[in-house]
């Protein structure tokens, strides 16, 4: 049998070659790292988490991504087992160690007889004789496939700026002003490590912050937008004096063991690593310079002698205007061939990336072995998702798009109460599990 070819070893790289060998098609896994490097990545290792070490809420009754997570499980998600396997306290959080997620995703595809591994960069188009390819290439695409594919289609990469968060060392941290404590007390309850800022403390630290040098554009980035979720902590201080007290220096729900009573402001850190001994500062992406982030960073009282294992940084993210080019089987209209998984179809997050690798290695495979199975139902986090990059959103306006219960179907009138908005989401959410199980008994009954 043939094998398909999936050209990216990243999240959605890794779960489409491992979704379709599980359905006992062969796979070539290319992947152009440590041959080639990127803006961004820091290791060569296949599943890199190069932002932040958090897929975010394990919720699967009230969350979306939650949801996900479930959703991904009851598929056989390689990626999900990983993170699983390698969790650090995070809350009500799934969070990681990156490390041991990395290498538990390279392990079981090195052992994965289907899967061949081959580390070389794809430039431009693949030959003409791989008649089934996932390209997941994700937001780093390398200059020549990305050429390729703007020449093919004849559009316009869409791109926006992808910030990333610095990293601490746990033992720099000043306990003495700092404590743990999860926002309301959810997981563990002491999930997060929380430095407080009163007043003085805060606006001295945001007119710093506002005057520090920031990374110059190159002239080609000036007009890339940002992606709103993920904006650099200076950016957002820029839209006014209280925008980062109420959102990723929000105090509500902390009560500062010294005082008694919540601080006027606060920067907490979620544990990055399985030993504890690396702290993200949650929602700290940056574009400072880095001998600025120091300077600034150290002014947060708890942080006066931290010292970075990684600074913020800024990548360009370059994705496809899916609505228009993909169809639901995440086929390139102009050269249907060609798939597209990941970051580069318009999703935005780690989780989102690996599901739509997830439903792209299961599509390839199944038209490798002949047979025809449905998109998942729309009501499912995962049919919802893909509905939206292959036509629900608007060509015209199209923008990268992290999972929310916004993209599924509404319920049946009357199914919510007029006083108990609160179940919609777990409705939705139940309504989708059992959707997503039929779907899987369905697609299994096909093969």
């Known amino acids: 049998m043939k094998p398909i070819h999936v050209i990216g070893g990243g999240l959605a790289g890794s779960e489409a070659a491992w979704q379709a060998a599980r359905m006992g098609v062969p796979v070539v896994l290319h992947e152009m790292r440590p041959v080639r490097g990127t803006e961004a990545h820091v290791t060569a290792g296949l599943a890199e988490l190069v932002c932040s070490n958090s897929f975010r809420s394990d919720d699967a009754e009230n969350n979306a991504v939650g949801l996900l997570h479930e959703e991904m499980r009851r598929c056989g998600s390689l990626v999900m087992r990983a993170a699983d396997a390698h969790k650090v306290p995070a809350g009500g959080a799934l969070a990681v160690d990156r490390h041991g997620f990395s290498a538990a995703v390279e392990a079981a595809l090195a052992t994965e007889k289907l899967v061949e591994i081959r580390r070389e960069e794809i430039a431009g188009l693949p030959p003409e004789d791989w008649d089934e390819v996932i390209v997941a290439t994700g ?129 907490q850190l979620r544990q990055d690593n399985a030993l504890g001994t690396l702290w993200n500062m949650v929602g700290f992406q940056t574009k400072l310079r880095h001998a600025e982030q120091k300077r600034v960073f150290r002014m947060i009282p708890g942080l006066e002698h931290a010292e970075f294992a990684r600074l913020g940084g800024l990548h360009r993210n370059t994705f496809l205007n899916a609505p228009r080019l993909l169809d639901d ?40 072995l002949g047979i025809d199975i449905a998109a998942p139902p729309p009501t499912t ?67």
């Open 139 to 267: 937001p780093l695409t390398s200059p020549a496939l990305a050429e390729a594919v703007r020449a093919l289609t004849g559009e316009d990469s869409l791109a926006f700026f992808d910030a990333i968060a610095p990293i601490v060392y746990r033992d720099t941290i000043d306990m003495s002003k700092a404590w743990l404590q999860s926002r309301y007390g959810k997981g563990e309850g002491s999930d997060y490590i929380n430095c407080p800022l009163d007043k003085s403390e805060y606006e001295a630290f945001l007119a710093a912050l506002l005057a520090a040098e920031k990374t110059e554009f190159k002239e080609w980035e000036a007009t890339t937008p940002y992606f709103e979720a993920c904006l650099p902590i200076e950016v957002m201080a820029s839209r006014g004096p209280d925008t980062l007290r109420w959102g990723p220096m929000k105090p509500v729900g902390l009560t500062d063991p010294r005082t008694g009573r919540r601080p006027y402001a606060v920067v």
């Open 329 to 368: 089987r995440l086929r390139l209209r102009a050269m249907p061939r060609l798939r597209f998984a990941g970051q580069i179809t318009g999703v935005e997050g780690y989780v989102e990336s690996a599901a739509v690798g997830l439903l792209a290695g299961r599509f390839a495979a199944a038209a490798r």
């Open 381 to 447: 986090a995962l049919g919802a998702l893909l509905g939206h990059i292959t036509g629900g959103a608007s060509a015209d306006t199209f923008q990268p798009m992290n999972i929310n219960f916004g993209l599924f179907p509404p319920l049946p009138e009357g199914a919510v109460g007029r006083h108990n908005k609160g179940e919609r989401k777990p409705l939705l959410a139940r309504r989708a599990l059992a959707d997503l199980d039929a779907w899987l008994g369905r697609r299994a009954a096909a093969e």
